[in-house]
């Protein structure tokens, strides 16, 4: 039979499973690794539903190892990676050393504060369950303080609410945000008024939503101020603190008073240039992502891919390739195939285009032959991320889930956990 070619995966997001998958279905006489650090797969498209309290940590995640539970060929180490070293070929973990004969780093991205790592504490990312956890909990808490703090009738606690970034996160997280206090808590305050909550969005940019067509950007708009948030582009952030944001318009400063603040602007590159050996010789972008080569190996190192958020890759049109699921999941596939042998093209993603959602029944969809916003593209993005999902048991509990309270407008995933 010869000896088992080693095909070691690190992370086990949307690419390193999508690889790990298309290689059990192609590949002969392999032994496939995975390593991640938890032994979950996190649906990351979701997590801001469990931010605003409308689904449960257990509904956007999945055990690693249940999804390989009948393949005797792939093992799930729930490992930390200390460095790679691409020239004896060996990955270092916590727990000792693995050598591999094909290595795929898929490893994700974390926040960019732009040189101010101290606005982290003040204004938290959302980038894990950890994340969402404790955003949902600032934002469930501010409104029972605020119902408390209305025993002395002489404060009158405020409810702003900062989200800095206006991509599609922070989009959703606005209007997550604004259902949150105008439907789902209405009625179960007595001394305050949840849907007197002001939701500010703050987007550096000139508009909303960079990328998407201008007639996108302006249905988006229409949502988010029907929902109540205050949308401020082409203004700055200059400072957070525990009580207050800064930011800076026209030459003109502001003070926003928040005690929750959510950051959705910018990423880099989880691991950067930290994880390899000094002799490795990799390049990156300023981003710290990996500069590979178009069939998605590192030069120098064909026997080395790297897909997902750090890999830094342009298209055709020299435009760099967006950190989102859909370019993970076919580069995953695409590595698969070219390390069996099913391919010696090179990658070229196929965008089958954008969704974002602001809120219920309300987003955009920028496919290629359609543009569209309100009901329909809400309805597109349900069964979109539905389809993505992986388990079927996680399907079907969201499904139902979205389907109770979007006719009820409730939810039950509000307890908050100290």
């Not at 996680?394 to 389907?403: F, G, S, T, Y």
Request: charged share 25%.
């Amino acid at each position: 039979m010869g000896k088992q070619n080693h095909i070691i995966i690190i992370g086990a997001g949307f690419g390193g499973l999508y690889a790990a998958k298309k290689l059990l279905k192609l590949g002969n006489n392999i032994k496939i690794t995975v390593i991640d650090k938890r032994n979950y797969h996190l649906f990351q498209p979701l997590l801001y539903q469990v931010a605003t309290a409308q689904l449960s940590p257990e509904d956007i995640t999945y055990p690693v190892r249940a999804i390989f539970k009948n393949k005797n060929n792939i093992s799930v180490l729930k490992e930390t990676v200390e460095s790679i070293d691409l020239n004896k070929k060996t990955v270092k973990l916590e727990c000792g050393e693995l050598s591999y004969d094909k290595l795929i780093i898929a490893t994700g991205v974390k926040p960019d504060y732009f040189g101010n790592d101290n606005w982290k504490q003040f204004a938290p990312p959302l980038k894990t369950i950890e994340d969402a956890l404790k955003i949902r909990r600032r934002i469930l808490n501010i409104f029972e303080r605020a119902e408390a703090e209305m025993l002395h009738p002489y404060d009158r606690y405020p409810l702003n609410f900062v989200i800095i970034g206006g991509g599609p996160t922070g989009i959703e997280l606005s209007g997550a945000l604004a259902e949150l206090s105008k439907y789902t808590l209405k009625n179960e305050f007595r001394r305050i008024d949840p849907g007197r909550a002001k939701i500010y969005l703050i987007e550096a940019g000139k508009t909303i939503l960079p990328g998407f067509p201008e007639k996108l950007i302006r249905s988006a708009e229409r949502s988010l101020l029907k929902l109540g948030v205050e949308i401020k582009t082409d203004t700055l952030v200059t400072d957070i603190n525990e009580n207050n944001v800064v930011i800076e318009s026209e030459g003109k400063t502001e003070y926003i008073e928040s005690k929750v603040v959510l950051w959705a602007a910018g990423v880099k590159a989880y691991f950067g240039d930290k994880i390899f050996s000094a002799g490795n010789d990799i390049k990156f972008d300023r981003k710290g992502r990996v500069l590979v080569n178009k069939n998605l190996t590192i030069p120098n190192y064909e026997d080395v891919y790297v897909i997902g958020d750090f890999a830094s890759l342009t298209d055709s049109n020299g435009k760099p390739l967006p950190g989102t699921a859909p370019v993970a999941m076919q580069q995953g596939v695409y590595v698969a195939k070219h390390i069996t042998g099913n391919t010696i093209s090179n990658f070229k993603y196929f965008n089958k285009g954008s969704l974002a959602v602001i809120g219920r029944n309300a987003a955009v969809a920028d496919f290629k032959h359609l543009r569209t916003g309100g009901f329909f593209a809400w309805i597109l993005w349900v069964f979109v991320h539905i389809g993505y999902l992986i388990g079927f048991n996680n399907k079907l509990l969201v499904m139902i889930k979205w389907a109770w309270n979007y006719i009820i407008r409730k939810s039950t995933a509000r307890i908050i956990y100290n």
